[in-house]
T-cell receptor, first 116, second 115 residues
Framework: DGGITQSPKYLFRKEGQNVTLSCEQN?????MYWYRQDPGQGLRLIYY???????QKGDIAEGYSVSREKKESFPLTVTSAQKNPTAFYLC???????????????FGPGTRLTVT | AQSVTQLDSQVPVFEEAPVELRCNYS??????LFWYVQYPNQGLQLLLK??????LVESINGFEAEFNKSQTSFHLRKPSVHISDTAEYFC?????????????FGTGTQLKVEL
C-alpha cells in the first residue's frame, strides 16, 4: 500500500534535548511538508521541500531543522531552541508540476511530541 | 496574503439532522479550496476539493461544498449526519508559489454528532 508513515506515534523528551521525527513516503512524490498542529490553531507550515537536497522555510521555521537527502524521506528535528515544542506534528507529500493533481497533499498519521 | 476563516470552533448536532460548517477565504489570485477531516489522534484525510469546473463538489460519504466566488465562501454541508461523522474538519486554501504549493488552513471546526 502506498502512503506516508510517521514514527513514532508518541514521543516524550526532556526540555533541552533535540529530537528527530521521522517521515517516509512511498508515493513517489517529489514534494514533502511538515506542519505543526496546536489546539484551536489549525495547522501551520514549518518547512517544505520540492526536490532532494533543497527545502524552504514555512511560516514557523524557528527552532526546527530538516534535511532531504532522499526523495522518500524528510526528517524534522525539533531543537532545544524551539520554545514550545509540545504539539502534534504532521508530515505530508504531493506531486510537483503535473497540473491540478499536484495540488492535493496527502498526510501521514502524525507524531505527538511531549516535552517536559 | 491568503487566509481562511472558520468561524465555528464547535458544532453540536443530533444524528440525522443537517449540518453546515462555514468557511470563508480571502485571496487575490486563483483559488483552490479543500476540506480535510481529522479523526482523533490521526492525520488529515481529504474530504473534497474545488480546483476548477463545477462549483458544487461532493464526497463519497454524503458531504458537499459549494464554491461561491462572490461571497468568498466554501461551506461544507451534509443533509443527514451520522455518529461516525464526529471529527474535526479543516478548510484550506492552496497558495501557488514558485517554490512549492502551500496550504493555508483554517483553525478547524469540531463536529460533534449526538444521539
Amino acid at each position: 500500500d502506498g502512503g506516508i508513515t510517521q514514527s513514532p506515534k508518541y514521543l516524550f523528551r526532556k526540555e533541552g534535548q533535540n529530537v528527530t521525527l521521522s517521515c517516509e513516503q512511498n508515493l513517489n512524490h517529489d514534494a514533502m511538508y511538515w506542519y505543526r498542529q496546536d489546539p484551536g490553531q489549525g495547522l501551520r507550515l514549518i518547512y517544505y521541500s520540492q526536490i532532494v537536497n533543497d527545502f524552504q522555510k514555512g511560516d514557523i521555521a524557528e527552532g526546527y531543522s530538516v534535511s532531504r537527502e532522499k526523495k522518500e524521506s524528510f526528517p524534522l528535528t525539533v531543537t532545544s531552541a524551539q520554545k514550545n515544542p509540545t504539539a502534534f506534528y504532521l508530515c505530508a507529500s504531493s506531486m510537483v508540476g503535473v497540473g491540478l493533481s499536484s495540488y492535493e497533499q496527502y498526510f501521514g498519521p502524525g507524531t505527538r511530541l511531549t516535552v517536559t | 496574503a491568503q487566509s481562511v476563516t472558520q468561524l465555528d470552533s464547535q458544532v453540536p448536532v443530533f444524528e440525522e439532522a443537517p449540518v453546515e460548517l462555514r468557511c470563508n477565504y480571502s485571496s487575490s489570485v486563483s483559488v483552490y479550496l479543500f476540506w480535510y477531516v481529522q479523526y482523533p489522534n490521526q492525520g488529515l484525510q481529504l474530504l473534497l476539493k474545488y480546483l476548477s469546473g463545477s462549483t458544487l463538489v461532493e464526497s463519497i460519504n454524503g458531504f458537499e461544498a459549494e464554491f461561491n466566488k462572490s461571497q468568498t465562501s466554501f461551506h461544507l454541508r451534509k443533509p443527514s449526519v451520522h455518529i461516525s461523522d464526529t471529527a474535526e474538519y479543516f478548510c484550506a486554501v492552496l497558495i501557488l508559489t514558485g517554490g512549492g504549493n502551500k496550504l493555508t488552513f483554517g483553525t478547524g471546526t469540531q463536529l460533534k454528532v449526538e444521539l
